[in-house]
């Protein structure tokens, strides 16, 4: 079956044409996308493209840093504002990935992909959708309903930088370094007042169908100072109310057995 490509020069206009179509795609960096078209995907018979600059701007607003969807993890590791996401953005594919794969497209990858999104869910971030000005969708929110969200057009995404850096960790666990696929990625933003952690958010990757967050760490994170004990309370419930897929990568026994082992050494990194 033919594809065809319409290319927009206004971002309300690409919005308007993927959602009224239910046989289009948008199409970002085109890792996700025309991979799907290599391998005679039938779902879909429309790719829609944007030529707006602003897609891809890296700018900061107050206190918050706004991602356009089409900024790549490449423009992502050369940025010095978003230093303390360039770890994430630096493990996901090899140098020519990089340059293609975007914040916006990582949004939609299915599991085991979808580490940057790990991320900004750990950080809490908003999407900005295109066509519904004022509305900012937490992404929580955005991706609990992610199939029905297929015909909307994230312009931007929205992350409060945090005021201290160290309080955001990454860890990404792969079979094969550094760029091999996700067994499981996880994302803890921890700020501290008084030394007690106040507002914790841990995201796992690879762990659902989509990133999602470890709710029972969090509740036992919450309020408490990051000792030993703590550490070790939060690590026997790091599968708490979880079912991990069993993909290629690994059963799903193997990511509940490893999950609480990596968490514990997140985690324990986060008190030096």
Not at 119 to 143: C, H, K, V, W, Y
Not at 158 to 182: Q, T, Y
Not at 184 to 199: H, V
Not at 214 to 240: C, H, K, S, W, Y
Request: proline residues 4%; charged residues 25%; glycine residues 8%.
């Amino acid at each position: 079956m033919p594809v065809k490509v319409e290319t927009y020069d206004r971002t309300e206009d690409a919005a308007r044409a993927l959602s009224a179509s239910r046989s289009a795609r948008f199409l970002s960096g085109g890792t996700l996308v025309m991979r799907a078209v290599n391998e005679a995907d039938q779902s879909f018979e429309t790719i829609i493209r944007l030529r707006d600059a602003s897609f891809r701007d890296i700018r900061i607003e107050g206190e918050n840093l706004v991602l356009g969807a089409g900024v790549t993890m490449a423009a992502i590791v050369a940025h010095r504002d978003l230093a303390f996401l360039a770890p994430v953005a630096r493990v996901i594919g090899g140098p020519a990935i990089r340059n293609m794969a975007t914040v916006g497209g990582n949004l939609f990858a299915a599991s085991p992909y979808g580490d940057f999104t790990a991320a900004l869910l750990a950080l809490g971030a908003t999407l900005n959708l295109a066509g519904q000005s004022g509305r900012g969708m937490p992404i929580d929110e955005f991706l609990r309903d992610r199939d029905r969200n297929a015909g909307v057009l994230v312009q931007s995404i929205s992350v409060a930088r945090p005021r201290d850096a160290s309080a955001f960790r990454f860890a990404k666990v792969s079979r094969v370094k550094p760029k091999g696929v996700s067994v499981m990625s996880i994302a803890a933003f921890l700020p501290q007042s008084g030394g007690r952690i106040t507002g914790a958010r841990v995201a796992y990757g690879a762990m659902a169908p989509t990133p999602i967050r470890a709710t029972a760490v969090e509740r036992i994170l919450e309020g408490q100072t990051l000792d030993a004990a703590t550490i070790e309370r939060a690590a026997a419930a790091a599968t708490e109310g979880f079912d991990p897929p069993t993909d290629s990568l690994a059963s799903s026994w193997y990511r509940r057995e490893v999950a609480g082992v990596h968490l514990k050494r997140l985690l324990t990194a986060e008190r030096r």
